[in-house]
């Protein structure tokens, strides 16, 4: 199982962690499990999500993001659930 973890910094977006908390974003195909996390106050939107193996993994995130961000997550990693 693989673990997924994104953040992005929005300060320099023009999109609030409001915002992003009232979109409906769709799920991210092949994750069995996923949350996002907001960080109002260090303005920061991330998600966490599992996965079944590596390749499911490599799924694109959610195309809504990126219209609404305008840009790829500062970290994207990719863990080994033990």
Request: hydrophobic share 50%.
């Amino acid at each position: 199982m693989i673990a997924r973890l994104v953040l992005w910094n929005v300060a320099d977006t023009a999109t609030s962690v409001d915002e992003l908390r009232a979109e409906q974003l769709p799920a991210t195909t092949g994750a069995t499990q996923e949350v996002w996390l907001a960080d109002e106050s260090g303005e920061r939107w991330g998600g966490f999500a599992l996965f079944p193996d590596a390749e499911a993994a490599a799924a694109p995130l959610p195309e809504r993001l990126r219209e609404l961000l305008g840009k790829e997550p500062e970290i994207l990693e990719l863990f080994e659930v033990a």
